[in-house]
C-alpha cells in the first residue's frame, strides 16, 4: 500500500497546463526548419504577433496594399469578380480591399484570444467561432399570400363557394358511400369545369357511383386481391395516357378493373354519363345539386350529424332505391361490417386516448359533432396562393433575352386537366411547382382554398391525398417553411376527424385513418428540414410505437386495432407483411434523421436495423455505412463494410449480376478516395463504366477524379459529352454543379458556357429545376 | 465580359481552386406507398434520380461526388491543396509562359509549385494546370502568391501576379494533467478537445516518450485478448467534444537508479496526434515537449518497499524502508528514531545509527511494528536526523495496514 504523494502531488496535479495552439508543432518542422521560424511558442508568437502586427503585418499590409493595387489593375478582367470571396469553391482573392481589412482586426483577435488561452489555464472554447459556417442551410421561402388568384377563380370559385355549404353537409352524412366518394368530388369538380358543365350539379352524380362499388365491394365479398381499395385513385392514375374527357376516364377506371364491370356497369354507366353532362342523378331526380346531396344524408342520421348541417333535407326514398339497385343488400349494417380488407389493412391506426374517445362517442352518438372542440378539428387552408413561377425561365429572361425565354415551354397548372391525370403528368414532366398549384386549385374546389384555414370542413380521403401530394412537393421543391405551414392546421395527425369513424355516414363502417401512412412520414420528417431532427425522432418514434403495437395486435390474432375480427391467415399475412414494411420505413426515416444530426454511431445501428426490414438493400446499406464510416474518416471501418457488402454480394445468387458488381466497384473507388488514391479511384470508376457506360453516378465521380489529377480540361470534356449526349440523366444538379464549377476554374467565359448549360436545361427541364447549380447569380 | 474590361487585358487567366475533399450529394427522399395518390410516380421519379442509390433509394446519403462548395476551414496540420489553372483565353498563342505558386507565412515564404519550368507555348483555350499540396505548419493568415509571367505574340514580356489569402485555425485544443506516484511512475492525462466543426476521427494519439521514459497507454480495455477502446464504438470526436487519454510513464531503469530520484523539470515527451475528416482528409500534429515539475523530495527520501496490506491484532510485522540521500554532493549521517502513536507502536531501538549515506545512494532498512488498535492504521512517527547538520527529518503518514483481530484473521 503505497501512498500518493499529495502534498507535491497537489500542486502538480491543479496546474493544467494548455498546450496552446502555439505548442502545437509539426513533426517535420524540427527536421525541415528552424525552431525560430516555425515555433509559434506561445509568449512568442502572442507579443510577437502583436507587436509585429502593427510593424511587420503593417509592412505585409502595405506590401499587400502594393500588391492589391497592382493586382487590381491586373484582375480587372472578370475573374476577380469571380475569384470573390463569395465565390465558391475559389480562393480568396486578397483584392478585395475590404476584406482584407476586415480580417485584420479578426487576426489580431485570434491572437490575443491565443495567448489568453496560452497564460490561463481555463480552455476558452470560442475558437470555433471563426470557423463557423461551412454548412449552410439555405431555405428559400416562396410566399405569395395575395388573394386566390383570379384565373383559379374563373375556373373553381363559382362551384367552391357553395361546396362550402355542401361538402360539409354530404361528406358527413352520406350514408353508404365508401372511400370513394371523395375523389368523386373533386374530380368532377375539376372536370366539370373546363368542361360545359355549370357549377352546379356535378357532385352529387359522381359521388354516387363510387359509393356504389364500395358497397358492391363489400356484399360481394371479392377477394381482397381483387378489390382496389380506392379504383378511383389507383385507376385514375395508373391510366394517365387513355382519355382526355375525364368522365370517360372515370368509366374506364371502373370498366377495366374486373370486379367493378360487374357490379356497376349496369347501373352507374348511365347515371354517371348523366352526372357529367350536368344532369342529375337518375335516382333522386330532384334537379338540384344540395338536394341530390341530401337526400344521401337524410335517411340515416337524423339524430347524430344532423347537427352540423343546418338543414337536412333528407328523401330516404331515393337512398334505398339506390341501395336496392346497386348493392342488392337489404341490411345496410352487414355491408357496412364488410369493410374491404384492404382498406381496413391500410389504414389502421391508433388514435390517442383522447381521441379515440371522441369517436366512439361518434359512434355510440353520445353527443353530436356539434359539440366537439372547435380545437380538436383540422381545418387546413392554404397559406400560399400560388407558388407558380419558374426559375429557368426567368433566369432565360434575364441571360438570354425575351425571346429565348418565349421560347421555354412548360406545363403549368391550367395547360393541363383540372383532374388527377392533369396533376400526374405535372409531376411526371417534373412541373412540381404547377402540380402544387394544381393540388391547390383542387383543394379550393374542396372548400379547404386559400384563407380557409381556421374555418371547419370535412375530410375525405381524397381531400388528404391532395395535401399529402401537395406538401410532397413543396418538400421535394425545398420550401421546407410553406410546407411547415400548410401542415400546421393538421397538427399531430391524430385529430378525431381525420378518422373514418368520424363520419360515420359517409364511410359507414369503415375505421382507421385518413391520412395516408406516407402522409406521416412526411410530417414527421419535415421538421429536420427546418433544423428541429429531435422532434422528427420523436414523431417517429411515436409512429414506431404504433406499428410496433399494430404487429403485436396481429399476432395476438386480433384486428390491427385490437379489436376482435376474423382475419383469414392469408390476409393476416398480408397485413403483417405490410406493416414490418411500413415500420421499416419508419427506420429509415429514423436512420436518415440521425445521419442528418451526424449522431454516426446512431445512424449505423438504425440502417443496420433496416437491413432487417429490407434484407434485399443489404448490399446497398452496407455500402451506405460504409461512405458514412468514409465521411467521418474513418477509412479503416469503412473498408470492412464494403468487405461486408462484398461478402453478402457473394453470397447472394445474383453475385454476377453488373448490379451488383457494380456496387463492389463503386465501393473499391471510395475506399481509394479516402486513401487519398484519386488516380486509383478514378479506375475503378471507370470499371463500372465498362460495366454499365450510361452510370450517372460512375461517369461525374470519374470527371470528378480527374479534376484531382489535374485534368481539368479532360475532366470537363468528359462531363460535357455526358450532358450533350444524355441531358435526361446529367441534368442533374449536383452535376451541372461540378460543371460549373469547373467551368469557373476553367476561363473566363464560364458565364456563356453557363448560359448554354441554362438552355439546355430549358429544353429538357421543368419548373421544379433548382436553378442554383448553374450558379449565373 | 473581359472584353468589356477597359483597363489593360492580359492573354492569360489564372484560376485557382482550393481542392477539398468532395462530398457526397444527399437526398431528400419522399416517398408514398402505393395505393397513394401519385402511385408509383414518386418512387419512378426516385429511380430516375441519378443522385439515388439504385436498388435503396430511401437511403439519404448518395455516392455522387459533388466538388467542395466553398474554401472551407483549413487547420493546422491539414494538407492545404489548390488546382491553379492558367488558362489562354485570347485568340494567338502565347510563349514561354511560367507559373509560380508561393505561400507566404507570417515567417517565411515556400515555392510549392512542382515545377518552375517554362512552357514554351500555350495555344489558344489551352491551360497549364497544376496542383499544389502543403502541409500547413503555422497559424494565422497565409497568403498564396500566384505569378505569371509570358511574352506575347509582339515578343512584349507580360507579368501579373494575384493574392489569395486565408487564415490557418487551431483544430485542437490539448490539456495535460501529471500525477505522480511514489513508484517513480508518473500519470499523464491529456484532454483533447475538437474546436473544428466537423466530426474528427482521431486515427491515432499516442505519446513519444522522452529517453528517460517507457511509456504504457491505458486507452485499450483487454477481455478475452481482445483489445477495446475506453472510448467504446465512437471512433470520432464531434465538434467540441473532448476525450481524455490516459498514459503510465515509467523511468526507464538506468534514469531512475543511476539518478536515484528524477528531480526539477523534466521532459516527459510529446504527443502525436493523427486524425482524419471527410473522405479521409489527414491532419497530424505534434505538441511541444511536454515537461513536468517532479515533485521535490526534500534532502532525504524515505519510501515504503514493502508493507502487508492486512495485519493481525498485537502481532508484529515487518515493514520495509527505503532511505535515499537526494541532495547532490553531501554525505549524510543519519539517526533513526521512532515515536510511538496510539495505535502503532514500534518494535525495537530507537535513536538508531545508521551510518554514512552518500549523495544518491540509498539503503533498505525492515523495520517491526505492533498495532494495538483494529482498524485502518496509519504508519507515523518516524524521525531522521542529519546529524552533521543537526537537521530532522519527520515522516508521518507513510502507509496504512489494516489491523484485523486474530480470531477473524484465522477464520479467514
Redesign the interface.
Same mark, same amino acid.
Given at each position: 500500500m503505497e501512498k500518493l504523494e499529495t502534498s507535491n502531488e497537489d500542486e502538480a496535479g491543479t496546474s493544467r497546463e494548455e498546450v496552446g495552439p502555439n505548442d502545437i508543432k509539426l513533426i517535420q518542422e524540427e527536421i525541415l526548419f528552424n525552431e525560430e521560424t516555425i515555433d509559434l511558442d506561445a509568449d512568442a508568437f502572442g507579443s510577437e504577433e502583436n507587436v509585429t502586427l502593427s510593424e511587420d503585418s503593417g509592412n505585409l499590409l502595405d506590401k499587400l496594399n502594393d500588391q492589391m493595387m497592382e493586382s487590381v489593375i491586373i484582375s480587372d478582367s472578370p475573374n476577380i469578380s469571380e475569384d470573390d470571396a463569395g465565390e465558391l469553391g475559389c480562393l480568396q482573392d486578397i483584392v478585395d480591399e475590404i476584406e482584407s481589412h476586415e480580417v485584420l482586426p479578426l487576426e489580431q483577435e485570434i491572437n490575443k484570444e491565443c495567448k489568453e488561452s496560452g497564460n490561463s489555464t481555463e480552455h476558452a472554447g470560442t475558437h470555433d467561432s471563426a470557423s463557423s459556417g461551412q454548412q449552410h442551410v439555405e431555405i428559400k421561402v416562396v410566399v405569395s399570400p395575395s388573394e386566390p388568384s383570379p384565373e383559379a377563380e374563373n375556373t373553381l370559385q363559382s362551384p367552391s363557394s357553395e361546396h362550402e355549404h355542401e361538402l360539409v353537409t354530404p361528406d358527413s352524412k352520406q350514408p353508404q358511400s365508401d372511400d370513394v366518394i371523395p375523389v368523386c368530388t373533386i374530380f368532377s369538380k375539376g372536370n366539370s369545369q373546363p368542361s360545359f358543365l355549370g357549377s352546379d350539379g356535378f357532385e352529387s352524380q359522381l359521388i354516387k357511383s363510387p359509393s356504389f362499388t364500395g358497397e358492391i365491394k363489400s356484399t360481394t365479398k371479392l377477394q381482397t386481391q381483387v378489390v382496389q381499395p380506392s379504383p378511383s385513385l389507383s385507376n385514375f392514375f395508373s391510366d394517365n395516357g387513355n382519355t382526355q374527357s375525364p368522365a370517360a376516364d372515370f368509366f374506364d377506371s371502373f370498366t377495366t378493373s374486373s370486379n367493378f364491370i360487374s357490379v356497376s356497369n349496369p347501373n352507374a354507366a348511365p347515371a354517371v354519363p348523366e352526372i357529367a353532362h350536368g344532369s342529375l342523378t337518375p335516382e333522386s331526380g330532384t334537379p338540384t345539386d344540395p338536394a341530390s346531396i341530401q337526400f344521401f344524408v337524410g335517411n340515416q342520421s337524423l339524430n347524430s350529424s344532423g347537427s352540423l348541417t343546418a338543414e337536412v333535407s333528407q328523401s330516404p326514398k331515393p337512398f334505398s332505391q339506390i341501395h336496392s339497385v346497386f348493392a342488392g343488400s337489404d341490411d345496410p349494417f352487414a355491408t357496412a361490417l364488410n369493410m374491404s380488407e384492404m382498406d381496413r389493412r391500410n389504414d389502421a391506426w391508433l388514435p390517442s386516448q383522447d381521441t379515440r374517445n371522441i369517436l366512439i362517442s361518434v359512434a355510440t352518438q353520445k353527443y353530436s359533432a356539434v359539440f366537439i372542440d372547435k380545437e380538436k378539428l383540422t381545418m387546413p387552408g392554404l397559406k400560399f396562393d400560388n407558388i407558380q413561377g419558374d426559375a429557368v425561365r426567368d433566369l432565360m429572361l434575364r441571360f438570354l433575352g425575351e425571346q429565348a425565354a418565349m421560347r421555354r415551354q412548360v406545363l403549368t397548372a391550367l395547360s393541363v386537366e383540372q383532374t388527377f391525370v392533369g396533376l400526374k403528368k405535372l409531376i411526371e414532366s417534373k412541373n412540381w411547382r404547377a402540380a402544387v398549384d394544381l393540388c391547390g386549385r383542387l383543394l379550393t374546389a374542396h372548400g379547404q382554398g386559400y384563407g380557409k384555414s381556421g374555418q371547419p370542413t370535412n375530410h375525405t380521403t381524397d381531400s388528404l391525398q391532395l395535401w399529402f401530394v401537395r406538401l410532397s412537393l413543396l418538400v421535394k421543391l425545398g420550401l421546407f417553411q410553406n410546407a411547415e405551414m400548410e401542415f400546421e392546421p393538421f397538427k399531430n395527425l391524430d385529430q378525431p376527424d381525420l378518422y373514418y369513424e368520424y363520419y360515420p355516414h359517409v364511410y359507414p363502417g369503415r375505421r382507421g385513418s385518413m391520412v395516408p401512412f406516407s402522409m406521416r412520414i412526411l410530417h414527421a420528417e419535415l421538421r429536420q428540414y427546418l433544423g428541429n431532427p429531435q422532434e422528427s425522432l420523436d414523431r417517429l418514434h411515436n409512429m414506431k410505437a404504433v406499428c410496433l403495437q399494430i404487429l403485436d395486435n396481429l399476432e395476438k390474432g386480433l384486428a390491427e386495432d385490437g379489436s376482435l375480427i376474423t382475419i383469414s391467415p392469408s390476409n393476416r399475412q398480408a397485413s403483417v407483411q405490410l406493416w414490418r414494411s411500413r415500420l421499416g420505413r419508419v427506420m429509415y426515416s429514423m436512420a436518415n434523421c440521425l445521419l442528418m444530426m451526424k449522431d454516426y454511431v446512431l445512424a449505423v445501428d438504425a440502417y443496420q436495423t433496416v437491413i432487417r426490414y429490407y434484407p434485399e438493400q443489404e448490399p446497398q446499406l452496407l455500402s451506405g455505412i460504409g461512405r458514412i464510416f468514409l465521411q467521418i474518416g474513418d477509412i479503416k471501418t469503412a473498408e470492412k463494410y464494403f468487405q461486408d457488402a462484398e461478402t453478402v454480394i457473394q453470397k447472394s445468387p445474383t453475385s454476377n449480376e453488373p448490379q451488383n458488381q457494380m456496387i463492389v466497384l463503386m465501393n473499391r473507388a471510395f475506399l481509394h478516395l479516402g486513401q487519398n488514391n484519386f488516380a486509383e479511384a478514378h479506375k475503378f470508376f471507370s470499371e463500372v463504366l465498362k460495366l454499365d457506360p450510361a452510370n450517372a453516378v460512375a461517369n461525374n465521380n470519374a470527371a470528378v477524379c480527374l479534376l484531382y489529377l489535374g485534368k481539368l480540361k479532360d475532366s470537363l470534356r468528359h462531363l460535357e459529352g455526358l450532358v450533350q449526349q444524355d441531358p435526361k440523366h446529367y441534368l442533374h444538379e449536383s452535376v451541372l454543379f461540378n460543371l460549373t464549377t469547373m467551368y469557373e476554374l476553367e476561363s473566363s467565359r464560364s458565364m456563356q458556357k453557363k448560359q448554354a448549360l441554362l438552355e439546355a436545361v430549358a429544353v429538357k427541364e421543368g419548373d421544379s429545376f433548382n436553378t442554383q447549380c448553374l450558379k449565373l447569380l | 465580359?473581359?472584353v468589356n474590361?477597359?483597363?489593360? $487585358?492580359?492573354l492569360l487567366? &489564372?484560376? @485557382?481552386? =482550393? &481542392?477539398t475533399?468532395?462530398t457526397?450529394?444527399t437526398n431528400?427522399? %419522399?416517398? +408514398?406507398?402505393? =395505393?397513394?395518390?401519385?402511385?408509383d410516380? *414518386?418512387s419512378t421519379?426516385m429511380k430516375d434520380?441519378?443522385?439515388t %442509390?439504385?436498388?435503396?433509394e430511401?437511403?439519404?446519403?448518395? $455516392?455522387?461526388?459533388?466538388?467542395?462548395?466553398? *474554401?472551407?476551414?483549413i *487547420?493546422?496540420?491539414e494538407t492545404f491543396s489548390?488546382?491553379i489553372?492558367v488558362?489562354n483565353?485570347s485568340n494567338q498563342v502565347v510563349k514561354d509562359i511560367q507559373v509560380k505558386a508561393d505561400l507566404q507565412t507570417?515567417?517565411?515564404r515556400l515555392n510549392l509549385s512542382a515545377s518552375t519550368a517554362v512552357v514554351s507555348e500555350l495555344k489558344p483555350?489551352? +491551360?497549364i494546370?497544376? %496542383?499544389i499540396h502543403h502541409?500547413v505548419?503555422?497559424?494565422?493568415?497565409h497568403?498564396? %502568391?500566384c505569378a505569371v509571367s509570358y511574352t506575347t505574340q509582339t515578343g512584349e514580356k507580360m507579368y501579373? =501576379?494575384?493574392?489569395?489569402?486565408?487564415?490557418v &485555425?487551431?483544430p485542437?485544443?490539448?490539456?495535460?494533467? *501529471?500525477?505522480?506516484?511514489?513508484?517513480d511512475e508518473v500519470f499523464l492525462e491529456a484532454q483533447i478537445?475538437n474546436?473544428?466543426?466537423?466530426?474528427?476521427?482521431m486515427?491515432k494519439v499516442s505519446l513519444e516518450p522522452s529517453i528517460m521514459y517507457n511509456v504504457s497507454e491505458l486507452n485499450t480495455v483487454i477481455t478475452n485478448g481482445d483489445g477495446c477502446s475506453t472510448f467504446g464504438?465512437?471512433?470520432?470526436l464531434?465538434?467540441?467534444d473532448t476525450r481524455q487519454y490516459l498514459y503510465c510513464l515509467k523511468p526507464k531503469p538506468e534514469f531512475a537508479e543511476k539518478a536515484g530520484v528524477i528531480k526539477g523539470v523534466t521532459v516527459i515527451g510529446k &504527443?502525436?496526434i493523427v486524425?482524419?475528416?471527410?473522405?479521409?482528409?489527414?491532419g497530424?500534429?505534434?505538441?511541444?515537449q511536454?515537461q =513536468?515539475?517532479a515533485?521535490?523530495y526534500g534532502d532525504v527520501r524515505l519510501?515504503?518497499e514493502t508493507?502487508p496490506?492486512t495485519v493481525r491484532l498485537e502481532e508484529p510485522f515487518d515493514i520495509t524502508c527505503k532511505i535515499t540521500n537526494c541532495s547532490s554532493e553531501r554525505t549524510m549521517d543519519l539517526v533513526l528514531e521512532m515515536c510511538n502513536t496510539n495505535a502503532i507502536h514500534w518494535c525495537g531501538v530507537s535513536g538508531r545509527q545508521l551510518g554514512k549515506l552518500h549523495p544518491s545512494s540509498s539503503l533498505h532498512l525492515t523495520l517491526a511494528l505492533l498495532s494495538s488498535v483494529q482498524g485502518l492504521q496509519s504508519v507515523s512517527g518516524l524521525r531522521l536526523t542529519d546529524t552533521f547538520l543537526k537537521r530532522t527529518y519527520e515522516y508521518d503518514?507513510?502507509?496504512? @495496514?489494516c489491523v484485523v483481530s486474530s480470531k477473524l484473521q484465522a477464520e479467514s
Amino acid at each position: 500500500m503505497e501512498k500518493l504523494e499529495t502534498s507535491n502531488e497537489d500542486e502538480a496535479g491543479t496546474s493544467r497546463e494548455e498546450v496552446g495552439p502555439n505548442d502545437i508543432k509539426l513533426i517535420q518542422e524540427e527536421i525541415l526548419f528552424n525552431e525560430e521560424t516555425i515555433d509559434l511558442d506561445a509568449d512568442a508568437f502572442g507579443s510577437e504577433e502583436n507587436v509585429t502586427l502593427s510593424e511587420d503585418s503593417g509592412n505585409l499590409l502595405d506590401k499587400l496594399n502594393d500588391q492589391m493595387m497592382e493586382s487590381v489593375i491586373i484582375s480587372d478582367s472578370p475573374n476577380i469578380s469571380e475569384d470573390d470571396a463569395g465565390e465558391l469553391g475559389c480562393l480568396q482573392d486578397i483584392v478585395d480591399e475590404i476584406e482584407s481589412h476586415e480580417v485584420l482586426p479578426l487576426e489580431q483577435e485570434i491572437n490575443k484570444e491565443c495567448k489568453e488561452s496560452g497564460n490561463s489555464t481555463e480552455h476558452a472554447g470560442t475558437h470555433d467561432s471563426a470557423s463557423s459556417g461551412q454548412q449552410h442551410v439555405e431555405i428559400k421561402v416562396v410566399v405569395s399570400p395575395s388573394e386566390p388568384s383570379p384565373e383559379a377563380e374563373n375556373t373553381l370559385q363559382s362551384p367552391s363557394s357553395e361546396h362550402e355549404h355542401e361538402l360539409v353537409t354530404p361528406d358527413s352524412k352520406q350514408p353508404q358511400s365508401d372511400d370513394v366518394i371523395p375523389v368523386c368530388t373533386i374530380f368532377s369538380k375539376g372536370n366539370s369545369q373546363p368542361s360545359f358543365l355549370g357549377s352546379d350539379g356535378f357532385e352529387s352524380q359522381l359521388i354516387k357511383s363510387p359509393s356504389f362499388t364500395g358497397e358492391i365491394k363489400s356484399t360481394t365479398k371479392l377477394q381482397t386481391q381483387v378489390v382496389q381499395p380506392s379504383p378511383s385513385l389507383s385507376n385514375f392514375f395508373s391510366d394517365n395516357g387513355n382519355t382526355q374527357s375525364p368522365a370517360a376516364d372515370f368509366f374506364d377506371s371502373f370498366t377495366t378493373s374486373s370486379n367493378f364491370i360487374s357490379v356497376s356497369n349496369p347501373n352507374a354507366a348511365p347515371a354517371v354519363p348523366e352526372i357529367a353532362h350536368g344532369s342529375l342523378t337518375p335516382e333522386s331526380g330532384t334537379p338540384t345539386d344540395p338536394a341530390s346531396i341530401q337526400f344521401f344524408v337524410g335517411n340515416q342520421s337524423l339524430n347524430s350529424s344532423g347537427s352540423l348541417t343546418a338543414e337536412v333535407s333528407q328523401s330516404p326514398k331515393p337512398f334505398s332505391q339506390i341501395h336496392s339497385v346497386f348493392a342488392g343488400s337489404d341490411d345496410p349494417f352487414a355491408t357496412a361490417l364488410n369493410m374491404s380488407e384492404m382498406d381496413r389493412r391500410n389504414d389502421a391506426w391508433l388514435p390517442s386516448q383522447d381521441t379515440r374517445n371522441i369517436l366512439i362517442s361518434v359512434a355510440t352518438q353520445k353527443y353530436s359533432a356539434v359539440f366537439i372542440d372547435k380545437e380538436k378539428l383540422t381545418m387546413p387552408g392554404l397559406k400560399f396562393d400560388n407558388i407558380q413561377g419558374d426559375a429557368v425561365r426567368d433566369l432565360m429572361l434575364r441571360f438570354l433575352g425575351e425571346q429565348a425565354a418565349m421560347r421555354r415551354q412548360v406545363l403549368t397548372a391550367l395547360s393541363v386537366e383540372q383532374t388527377f391525370v392533369g396533376l400526374k403528368k405535372l409531376i411526371e414532366s417534373k412541373n412540381w411547382r404547377a402540380a402544387v398549384d394544381l393540388c391547390g386549385r383542387l383543394l379550393t374546389a374542396h372548400g379547404q382554398g386559400y384563407g380557409k384555414s381556421g374555418q371547419p370542413t370535412n375530410h375525405t380521403t381524397d381531400s388528404l391525398q391532395l395535401w399529402f401530394v401537395r406538401l410532397s412537393l413543396l418538400v421535394k421543391l425545398g420550401l421546407f417553411q410553406n410546407a411547415e405551414m400548410e401542415f400546421e392546421p393538421f397538427k399531430n395527425l391524430d385529430q378525431p376527424d381525420l378518422y373514418y369513424e368520424y363520419y360515420p355516414h359517409v364511410y359507414p363502417g369503415r375505421r382507421g385513418s385518413m391520412v395516408p401512412f406516407s402522409m406521416r412520414i412526411l410530417h414527421a420528417e419535415l421538421r429536420q428540414y427546418l433544423g428541429n431532427p429531435q422532434e422528427s425522432l420523436d414523431r417517429l418514434h411515436n409512429m414506431k410505437a404504433v406499428c410496433l403495437q399494430i404487429l403485436d395486435n396481429l399476432e395476438k390474432g386480433l384486428a390491427e386495432d385490437g379489436s376482435l375480427i376474423t382475419i383469414s391467415p392469408s390476409n393476416r399475412q398480408a397485413s403483417v407483411q405490410l406493416w414490418r414494411s411500413r415500420l421499416g420505413r419508419v427506420m429509415y426515416s429514423m436512420a436518415n434523421c440521425l445521419l442528418m444530426m451526424k449522431d454516426y454511431v446512431l445512424a449505423v445501428d438504425a440502417y443496420q436495423t433496416v437491413i432487417r426490414y429490407y434484407p434485399e438493400q443489404e448490399p446497398q446499406l452496407l455500402s451506405g455505412i460504409g461512405r458514412i464510416f468514409l465521411q467521418i474518416g474513418d477509412i479503416k471501418t469503412a473498408e470492412k463494410y464494403f468487405q461486408d457488402a462484398e461478402t453478402v454480394i457473394q453470397k447472394s445468387p445474383t453475385s454476377n449480376e453488373p448490379q451488383n458488381q457494380m456496387i463492389v466497384l463503386m465501393n473499391r473507388a471510395f475506399l481509394h478516395l479516402g486513401q487519398n488514391n484519386f488516380a486509383e479511384a478514378h479506375k475503378f470508376f471507370s470499371e463500372v463504366l465498362k460495366l454499365d457506360p450510361a452510370n450517372a453516378v460512375a461517369n461525374n465521380n470519374a470527371a470528378v477524379c480527374l479534376l484531382y489529377l489535374g485534368k481539368l480540361k479532360d475532366s470537363l470534356r468528359h462531363l460535357e459529352g455526358l450532358v450533350q449526349q444524355d441531358p435526361k440523366h446529367y441534368l442533374h444538379e449536383s452535376v451541372l454543379f461540378n460543371l460549373t464549377t469547373m467551368y469557373e476554374l476553367e476561363s473566363s467565359r464560364s458565364m456563356q458556357k453557363k448560359q448554354a448549360l441554362l438552355e439546355a436545361v430549358a429544353v429538357k427541364e421543368g419548373d421544379s429545376f433548382n436553378t442554383q447549380c448553374l450558379k449565373l447569380l | 465580359m473581359d472584353v468589356n474590361q477597359p483597363k489593360q $487585358e492580359h492573354l492569360l487567366a &489564372l484560376k @485557382v481552386m =482550393r &481542392l477539398t475533399k468532395p462530398t457526397l450529394f444527399t437526398n431528400i427522399p %419522399v416517398t +408514398c406507398e402505393e =395505393r397513394d395518390l401519385p402511385g408509383d410516380l *414518386f418512387s419512378t421519379l426516385m429511380k430516375d434520380d441519378p443522385s439515388t %442509390v439504385k436498388g435503396a433509394e430511401t437511403l439519404m446519403l448518395g $455516392e455522387m461526388l459533388t466538388l467542395p462548395q466553398n *474554401f472551407g476551414n483549413i *487547420f493546422l496540420g491539414e494538407t492545404f491543396s489548390s488546382y491553379i489553372s492558367v488558362h489562354n483565353d485570347s485568340n494567338q498563342v502565347v510563349k514561354d509562359i511560367q507559373v509560380k505558386a508561393d505561400l507566404q507565412t507570417s515567417s517565411q515564404r515556400l515555392n510549392l509549385s512542382a515545377s518552375t519550368a517554362v512552357v514554351s507555348e500555350l495555344k489558344p483555350d489551352s +491551360c497549364i494546370d497544376d %496542383v499544389i499540396h502543403h502541409e500547413v505548419k503555422e497559424i494565422g493568415t497565409h497568403i498564396l %502568391v500566384c505569378a505569371v509571367s509570358y511574352t506575347t505574340q509582339t515578343g512584349e514580356k507580360m507579368y501579373f =501576379r494575384k493574392f489569395f489569402k486565408f487564415q490557418v &485555425l487551431k483544430p485542437l485544443d490539448v490539456k495535460t494533467k *501529471f500525477y505522480n506516484a511514489e513508484t517513480d511512475e508518473v500519470f499523464l492525462e491529456a484532454q483533447i478537445q475538437n474546436i473544428t466543426t466537423s466530426p474528427m476521427f482521431m486515427e491515432k494519439v499516442s505519446l513519444e516518450p522522452s529517453i528517460m521514459y517507457n511509456v504504457s497507454e491505458l486507452n485499450t480495455v483487454i477481455t478475452n485478448g481482445d483489445g477495446c477502446s475506453t472510448f467504446g464504438t465512437k471512433t470520432y470526436l464531434q465538434p467540441l467534444d473532448t476525450r481524455q487519454y490516459l498514459y503510465c510513464l515509467k523511468p526507464k531503469p538506468e534514469f531512475a537508479e543511476k539518478a536515484g530520484v528524477i528531480k526539477g523539470v523534466t521532459v516527459i515527451g510529446k &504527443l502525436d496526434i493523427v486524425w482524419k475528416t471527410n473522405l479521409g482528409e489527414r491532419g497530424r500534429l505534434q505538441t511541444s515537449q511536454l515537461q =513536468r515539475m517532479a515533485p521535490g523530495y526534500g534532502d532525504v527520501r524515505l519510501s515504503i518497499e514493502t508493507i502487508p496490506d492486512t495485519v493481525r491484532l498485537e502481532e508484529p510485522f515487518d515493514i520495509t524502508c527505503k532511505i535515499t540521500n537526494c541532495s547532490s554532493e553531501r554525505t549524510m549521517d543519519l539517526v533513526l528514531e521512532m515515536c510511538n502513536t496510539n495505535a502503532i507502536h514500534w518494535c525495537g531501538v530507537s535513536g538508531r545509527q545508521l551510518g554514512k549515506l552518500h549523495p544518491s545512494s540509498s539503503l533498505h532498512l525492515t523495520l517491526a511494528l505492533l498495532s494495538s488498535v483494529q482498524g485502518l492504521q496509519s504508519v507515523s512517527g518516524l524521525r531522521l536526523t542529519d546529524t552533521f547538520l543537526k537537521r530532522t527529518y519527520e515522516y508521518d503518514d507513510i502507509a496504512q @495496514v489494516c489491523v484485523v483481530s486474530s480470531k477473524l484473521q484465522a477464520e479467514s
